[in-house]
């Protein structure tokens, strides 16, 4: 698939082309991954401008876009654009500084820099929607994401600090393959489980307590998400009432995703069991979000995801929660592909209460 291909007719008619700076909207759209360098989208033709660092690579690997060695992009940028008879061009409004926009504007002065967010919606809209290829790249991360999670189960002992099972989590996400995290492990037992984005920390784990988990993999820079919360030594009924509260809260707002279906609605399946088993006000963030080069990308499934709808080929997480302040919480997060007649769910590991 030729993703700049694929760019060029949602340009607007008076726009030119696209200036890329940022290396997540580099990577998708050349397929290389580089810390630096720019991309020139224009109808006219597409220049991927890297340093020496990465040209040899750029050279072997990008298919869809000629390849300039970036040296002096002061003199190489005007040089295009005066070759080119560019006279417009659409900056990214998500990634780019102010820094960049001025340095540009000092380089391009007879270009008009379009600073609406006409084109940086339209590479976000198209990277919504995964392709065969970056479906594979996410079921490798998450296959990575399960066996890792599975290994922990005999790993994960009380005593254990939240830093040490994080760091044991971590190290068999890298030995499983990943290429690096999708994001920082949280990892929180105890009271620190009321805490959705808590960070680990040096309490050891004691009987009794829920231990909630969420990490994954980056495999090919695609990045796999997922929660589980496990109980370690025993668990009181509350917390086996609150447990299954949040594992039917997840099946039913997957049994819900299906194209056409609003984002909202897969939300509020999650959000009306909850509330209304009394947990109003202990579930404050959203049902899920999609994921793919960056682990939160468009859309969501929350309660302000709008006119969103679901559609093939979208990947979203599923992952609600409860969470008692001070005492603990529980969440469970899957990841699932949505298809043309419901969804597929990329996570293996099972979901019914385990006690270590
Ligand atoms: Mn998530």
Redesign the pocket.
């Known amino acids: 698939m030729n993703r700049i291909e694929a760019l060029l007719p949602k340009l607007p008619d008076e726009v030119d082309g696209v200036l890329v700076t940022s290396s997540v909207n580099r990577h998708y759209l050349t397929g290389l991954r580089s810390s630096a360098g720019v991309v020139l989208i224009t109808r006219k033709g597409s220049y991927a401008l890297l340093d020496f660092r990465y040209i040899e690579v750029a050279r072997k690997t990008i298919r869809n876009c000629e390849v300039l060695l970036q040296e002096k992009l002061e003199e190489q940028l005007p040089e295009l654009v005066k070759k080119l008879e560019l006279r417009s061009l659409a900056l990214e409004t998500t990634y780019q500084t102010i820094g960049e926009m001025n340095r540009f504007r000092k380089m391009l002065p007879e270009v008009e820099l379009l600073t609406d967010d006409r084109v940086d919606k339209a590479i976000l809209r198209l990277r919504r929607i995964k392709d065969e290829e970056e479906i594979r790249h996410i079921k490798d991360a998450q296959a990575i994401t399960d066996r890792s999670f599975s290994e922990m189960l005999n790993v994960i002992k009380a005593g254990m600090t939240e830093r040490q099972v994080a760091a044991e989590l971590e190290y068999r996400l890298k030995k499983n393959g990943a290429d690096g995290l999708a994001?920082s492990t949280i990892c929180v037992a105890g009271p620190n489980s009321s805490l959705p984005h808590g960070v680990p920390g040096d309490r050891p784990l004691q009987e009794g307590d829920f231990l909630t988990m969420?990490f994954?993999a980056a495999s090919a820079g695609y990045c796999s998400?997922?929660?589980r919360t496990v109980a370690i030594g025993y668990v009181t009924e509350e917390m086996e009432k609150v447990y299954d509260l949040v594992l039917k809260a997840q099946l039913t707002s997957i049994a819900k995703i299906a194209p056409g279906v609003p984002c909202v609605d897969v939300d509020a399946a999650s959000r009306d069991l909850i509330y209304g088993a009394g947990y109003e006000g202990c579930f404050g963030h959203g049902t899920?979000?999609s994921?793919g080069l960056e682990?939160?990308e468009e859309p969501r499934f929350s309660t302000t995801a709008g006119e969103a709808v679901c559609q093939p080929g979208i990947v979203m997480?599923v992952?609600p929660g409860i969470y008692l302040s001070g005492r603990f919480g529980c969440r469970i997060?899957d990841?699932v592909l949505i298809t043309e007649d419901g969804c597929e769910d990329l996570t293996h590991s099972p979901k019914e209460l385990i006690t270590l």
């Open positions: 994001f969420d994954g998400d997922m929660t899920g979000h994921l682990i939160h997480s992952e997060e990841i």
